[in-house]
């Protein structure tokens, strides 16, 4: 076995690049990860929600931007399940827009990992009408 030591490698054509042959194994050094490619989606609400006031309601993020690994139920859980171990960064978008004569006091944004809350946001809508806001979680 040979070592090649380069400081750069470009493809010949300057489109890709090739290691190795269909069934050959690549090894990489210990603690190199060889992959980023986790499980991952993007979920969103494909038409509005309707919410009952004072009660937690779980959104139907049912429309699938995409899904790699076919990990994010979108019909009846809404929830995403990961087959491999890791660490996951997790961010959810609320919108919501003052109706005209409704008591709104007060937005929460909830993320939860197993059934158990792991991150909250609130905004204070009184008197306002409201765009957006975001909660960033990592798992």
Do not use: H, W
């Not at 980023?36 to 494909?46: D, G, H, M, Q, R």
Request: glycine fraction near 8%; hydrophobic fraction near 35%; charged fraction near 15%.
């Amino acid at each position: 076995m040979a070592t090649l030591f380069v400081d750069k490698i470009d493809p010949q054509s300057g489109t890709s690049l090739e290691i190795g042959s269909s069934g050959d194994t690549i090894t990489t050094a210990t603690g190199a990860k060889p992959s980023f490619l986790y499980p991952a989606f993007e979920a969103f609400l494909s038409s509005n929600q309707t919410v009952t006031d004072n009660t937690t309601t779980k959104i139907q993020f049912n429309s699938e931007v995409f899904d790699t690994d076919n990990c994010y139920d979108n019909s009846t859980n809404y929830r995403f399940t990961p087959t491999v171990a890791g660490k996951y960064f997790v961010y959810a978008v609320l919108g919501s827009d003052t109706i005209a004569g409704a008591n709104l006091d007060q937005l929460n944004l909830f993320i939860y990992k197993n059934g158990s809350e792991i991150s909250q946001s609130k905004i204070d809508a009184r008197g306002n009408t409201l765009g957006s806001f975001v909660l960033l979680t990592q798992l």
